[in-house]
């Protein structure tokens, strides 16, 4: 996972939960790179499960609700980071259409090691996308406050609901319809 991914949680763990809340969880988790993160580099999605879960026991808010709070900071940071890729799209269904065919490609681009989702997309009516995730680290809420937060990114509403065909996470079916 990048390292992007670990600056920008504990940068929102420590505006939300203080400083304090950020050395616990780093001292609770077993981490190999001792918590020391640069947005450049790669580290064990392991660790994000460790840092997730010690938040999750402090604070008693289950790891998808956190993840899904994250996930809407995180929007912000791909905004401020790719805007140049944000802006090619003129709306939300649009940009949410081609995360697999061009976003997350161009990602690839920049870090041959990044660990992304997999999407199917179907535009199953002029207001309506089903995206099944796909992806052994089951951070679907995550990917629902992505979607969330694109909306909002272009003044725009929908409705989003979501069914795991896996229990575990690994596969989620989004249905997402524009208003
Ligand atoms: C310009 C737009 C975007 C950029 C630059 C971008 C980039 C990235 C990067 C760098 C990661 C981390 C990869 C790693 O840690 O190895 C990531 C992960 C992820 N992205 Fe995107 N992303 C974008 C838009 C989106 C959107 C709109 C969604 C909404 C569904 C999305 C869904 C995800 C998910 C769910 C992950 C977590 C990894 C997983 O579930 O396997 N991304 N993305």
Not at 12 to 33: A, C, H, M, P, R
Not at 58 to 86: E, M, R
Not at 134 to 139: K, L, P
Request: charge should be negative; charged fraction near 20%.
């Amino acid at each position: 996972m990048k390292g992007i991914v670990f600056t920008e949680f504990l940068e929102l763990v420590e505006n939300k939960f203080g400083i304090e809340t950020v050395d616990q969880i780093i001292n609770e988790s077993e981490l190999e790179s001792n918590g020391v993160y640069t947005a450049v580099g790669t580290y064990k999605f392991t660790e994000m499960v460790s840092l997730l879960t010690n938040l999750s026991n402090l604070t008693n808010i289950s790891p998808n609700d956190l993840l899904k709070v994250y996930a809407l900071h995180f929007f912000d940071v791909l905004v401020q980071n790719y805007g140049s890729i944000l802006n090619m799209y003129k709306t939300p269904l649009e940009l949410l259409e081609s995360i697999d065919a061009h976003i997350h490609v161009a990602v690839r681009k920049l870090y041959p090691d990044a660990e992304l989702p997999y999407f199917e997309v179907a535009k199953t009516s002029e207001n309506t996308l089903t995206m099944t995730y796909h992806s052994s680290r089951a951070m679907y809420a995550f990917a629902h406050g992505l979607m969330e937060k694109t909306f909002e990114h272009y003044n725009q509403k929908a409705t989003i609901t979501y069914e795991l065909l896996k229990d575990d996470g690994t596969i989620v079916k989004f249905e997402i319809i524009k208003e």
